[in-house]
């Protein structure tokens, strides 16, 4: 079979993607940093941002997956809605709403050290090195 050199680096760009997202059974939980954030924008899911509420960014979860987020800090908990795509910053997991990160007592500092765990099974969260 003999393919343009266009397809045969389509087929490889996919056959390289597969293998990067299947290195291995899906994880259950996920670590790292999380910030927060608030505006009053739409969301990647059409939504209007509602800094209150119990709303979260994730980059590859998708919308409407309910994710328990604990502060491995304090070992306080919530419960948030994915309904944006984010976080933008390197080497951050998760960006959650205000409310949330009230919840989760870390508005002052702006940022906390998170395990990520989906309660809802409508996704898996990459895995994360928690300790």
Not at 61 to 87: H, Q, W
Not at 100 to 129: C, E, K, M, W, Y
């Amino acid at each position: 079979m003999h393919l343009k050199t266009s397809a045969r680096r389509a087929f490889f760009t996919v056959a390289v993607m597969t293998a990067f997202f299947h290195q291995g059974a899906p994880a259950s939980a996920q670590c790292g940093k999380a910030s927060w954030y608030a505006s009053h924008s739409r969301t990647a899911s059409g939504e209007r941002m509602a800094p209150d509420q119990r709303t979260a960014a994730h980059r590859t979860l998708p919308f409407g997956t309910l994710v328990k987020v604990e502060n491995l800090n304090n070992g306080r908990s919530v419960v948030v809605r994915i309904n944006d795509r984010g976080p933008f910053i390197r080497n951050r997991v998760i960006d959650v709403s205000r409310g949330a990160a009230r919840d989760l007592g870390f508005i002052g500092a702006g940022t906390a050290r998170v395990r990520l765990s989906v309660v809802n099974g409508q996704g898996t969260v990459p895995a994360g090195a928690c300790g």
